[in-house]
């Protein structure tokens, strides 16, 4: 017989595993859905500034919405709108401050403006509809609604300005008829890699997580959170790096906005979600102040320095360890 200190200690380490695992899988699925599907459209006839816009833009939303569905479905909804509401606010926090802190980042007018407003309104409306604790059916439809407005004139934007410079992220070369065989094969393992790293993270951070006695909400927010936005954060320090500002701020605004728009709402139009208490006292109100927050900052001789990259990632270091129990 196995003595249970033993077996507890193996079902740790099997958890963490497939936690290690998930966070590898959703990052390869990202990756492989980005190029694959960038190359389709383009190969399409889509723009590519068109395409950077909004098949880039939802694919790294991609391991938000497959975790979502998993954890709020199949666990709680604690777990599918904490990831959303974790995922916010570490693409401010911690993406955003992280990519100043590598390199100041020059933040485009346009981008704040056109932009922006989408993403404090996303925010904004998930508070409202949330304040009377549930997302339903209809609260998933208006979400949805707002997102096909902002894809149209994302994309209305995207045509006139298609003469401008690329970031290489979004580079994508046209592919042949012969070629597109190779994409779709591509495509349907990002899918696959996509529900098995979903898996792996909910399973693997959800049993390690309550093993220790932490609630479904805090593990939704911080570590199922941090896994779903790993692509972000690579793909905003890559373009840090390489100097594109404007991607690495795009890519955090852009995001954001899919997590609400198009996760929260598919997901309470096939799943609707109870609201916690504590969600509507604290982490709503904590989201908020990060979109705003940082939207000042941006705002704020049009750069996000790195002493503003330190006051993001410490107060995204604040917020978690204001949740620890």
């Avoid at 590898?24 to 723009?47: H, N």
Wanted: proline share 3%; charged share 10%; hydrophobic share 50%.
């Amino acid at each position: 017989m196995i003595p249970l200190q033993t077996s507890a200690e193996l079902l740790v380490s099997v958890d963490a595993l497939y936690l290690l695992g998930g966070i590898l899988l959703l990052y390869l699925g990202a990756e492989l859905l980005v190029d694959s599907a960038s190359s389709l459209a383009v190969g399409y006839g889509i723009a590519p500034a068109t395409v950077g816009v909004t098949v880039v833009a939802f694919s790294t939303t991609a391991p938000e919405l497959f975790v979502s569905m998993v954890g709020g479905i199949g666990i709680s909804d604690d777990i599918g709108l904490g990831n959303i509401i974790g995922s916010n606010i570490a693409n401010l926090g911690l993406v955003l401050g992280a990519s100043a802190l590598v390199q100041p980042l020059s933040v485009d007018s346009k981008l704040l403006w056109r932009h922006g407003p989408f993403m404090l309104a996303a925010a904004v409306l998930l508070v409202v509809l949330g304040s009377d604790g549930m997302l339903g059916q209809l609260d998933g439809v208006g979400m949805l609604a707002l997102l096909a407005v902002f894809t149209g004139y994302m994309i209305y934007q995207s045509r006139s300005s298609d003469d401008e410079v690329v970031p290489d992220e979004m580079q994508v070369e046209s592919e042949s008829t012969s070629a597109n065989a190779r994409q779709i094969a591509l495509l349907v393992g990002a899918g696959v890699c996509l529900l098995g790293g979903s898996i792996g993270l909910v399973q693997g951070g959800t049993g390690l997580l309550r093993s220790f006695g932490f609630s479904d909400l805090f593990i939704g927010i911080t570590i199922i959170a941090f896994g779903t936005s790993l692509p972000e954060l690579a793909t905003s320090l890559v373009s840090s790096l390489r100097d594109e500002a404007e991607f690495s701020i795009g890519n955090v605004v852009g995001s954001n906005i899919y997590n609400v728009l198009a996760v929260v709402g598919l997901l309470a139009l096939v799943h609707p979600l109870t609201v916690n208490a504590s969600v509507q006292t604290l982490h709503f109100p904590v989201m908020l102040a990060f979109t705003v927050g940082a939207m000042a900052l941006m705002a704020v001789g049009r750069r996000v320095s790195r002493p503003s990259g330190v006051a993001l990632v410490g107060a995204y270091g604040g917020f978690i360890y204001l949740l620890l129990p």
